[in-house]
């Protein structure tokens, strides 16, 4: 099959599938820029060695919630975040 010019070009979108690409392109960007807003916007505390950590809660694998403050005075806590090499 030969290809021509004719058959190489873009397929022009209609305009309401124009305008809906642009809405949703226009929806994606606000989003983007809401969440690096709510990011950007946390609190931001600089530990230093020694000092006390901060209160926080997760939930455990078992689905209970468990805090930091449940083991003060109980066992060492120990914090490790490993970062995945790529």
């Known amino acids: 099959m030969k290809h021509t010019l004719i058959n190489l070009q873009r397929k022009r979108l209609s ?43 997760l939930t455990a694998t078992s689905g209970e919630t468990v805090s930091l403050s449940d083991y003060v005075g109980k066992q060492p806590v120990l914090l490790y975040f490993h970062m995945a090499v790529g």
């Open 15 to 57: 305009r309401p599938q124009a305008g809906r690409r642009w809405l949703s392109l226009a929806a994606l960007l606000i989003l983007t820029g809401m969440l690096l807003a709510a990011c950007s916007s946390a609190p931001s505390q600089d530990l230093e060695v020694g000092d006390q950590a901060p209160e926080f809660s």
